[in-house]
C-alpha cells in the first residue's frame, strides 16, 4: 500500500542524509586545515547529527507503518505522535543543552527559529494530528500537515546549523606546531 507523499519523504529522507554527511564533512575540513576542535565544534556535530537522524526516522516512518496494513488516518497519528514527541524534546530542550555543554546559550536568531520557531511547528502538528479539525477534515490533510511539518523542521535545522557554522568559523584557528625546515 503506497501511502501520499511516499516519494516527497523518501526524498526528504536522502536530502537529510545528505545534510547531515556534508555538515559532519565541513567541520572535519575545518579541523583537517588546522583549526583545533572546540566544545562548540563537537556540540554542534552531535546536535545536527542527533535532530537529522530523528528527521529521518520521521521520514521513513510512514511507509514502515504502511507495511503492516494500518489504515492511512493512523499511520499520520501515530507518525505524529513518534515523531513529535522525541523532537519537541530535542527542540525544547536545546538550549539547556547547549548552555551545559559549551557554558552558553543560543544567540537570538537561533533561539528564534531552531527553537521557538521550531517547536512551534512540531507542535501544531502534534496538535492538528490528535485534536484537528472536525474530523474527516484533518484526516484528509494529516499527510500533508505531517510531510509540511517535517520539511519545515528541516529547514530549521539547517538553519540552525548554518548560523551555528558561521560562528565557528570566526573562531580563531590555531595552526599545528610544526617541525622548523632543516
Given at each position: 500500500?503506497?501511502?501520499?507523499?511516499?516519494?516527497?519523504?523518501?526524498?526528504?529522507?536522502?536530502?537529510?542524509?545528505?545534510?547531515?554527511?556534508?555538515?559532519?564533512?565541513?567541520?572535519t575540513l575545518r579541523q583537517a586545515a588546522g583549526a583545533k576542535v572546540s566544545l562548540l565544534d563537537r556540540y554542534l556535530a552531535k546536535?545536527?547529527?542527533?535532530?537529522?537522524?530523528?528527521?529521518?526516522?520521521?521520514?521513513?516512518?510512514?511507509?514502515?507503518?504502511?507495511?503492516?496494513?494500518?489504515?492511512?488516518?493512523?499511520?499520520?497519528?501515530?507518525?505524529?505522535?513518534?515523531?513529535?514527541?522525541?523532537?519537541?524534546?530535542?527542540?525544547?530542550?536545546?538550549?539547556?543543552?547547549?548552555?551545559?555543554?559549551?557554558?552558553?546559550?543560543?544567540?537570538?536568531?537561533?533561539?528564534?527559529?531552531?527553537?521557538?520557531?521550531?517547536?512551534?511547528?512540531?507542535?501544531?502538528l502534534l496538535v492538528y494530528i490528535l485534536v484537528g479539525l472536525p474530523y474527516s477534515a484533518a484526516a484528509a490533510y494529516s499527510a500533508a500537515a505531517y510531510i509540511t511539518a517535517l520539511t519545515i523542521d528541516f529547514f530549521t535545522v539547517i538553519f540552525g546549523y548554518l548560523s551555528a557554522l558561521d560562528i565557528v568559523m570566526q573562531q580563531p584557528m590555531e595552526a599545528p606546531e610544526r617541525p622548523a625546515p632543516p
Open positions: 500500500m503506497e501511502i501520499k507523499g511516499a516519494i516527497f519523504l523518501y526524498t526528504l529522507a536522502g536530502l537529510m542524509i545528505t545534510f547531515a554527511g556534508f555538515s559532519a564533512l565541513l567541520l546536535t545536527v547529527m542527533t535532530y537529522i537522524f530523528v528527521l529521518t526516522a520521521g521520514a521513513l516512518l510512514p511507509a514502515l507503518l504502511a507495511l503492516y496494513d494500518i489504515p492511512e488516518k493512523w499511520i499520520w497519528r501515530g507518525s505524529g505522535v513518534l515523531f513529535a514527541l522525541p523532537m519537541l524534546s530535542l527542540q525544547v530542550t536545546y538550549p539547556r543543552r547547549r548552555r551545559k555543554a559549551i557554558g552558553k546559550g543560543p544567540p537570538p536568531a537561533i533561539f528564534a527559529v531552531f527553537v521557538v520557531f521550531g517547536s512551534a511547528v512540531t507542535l501544531a
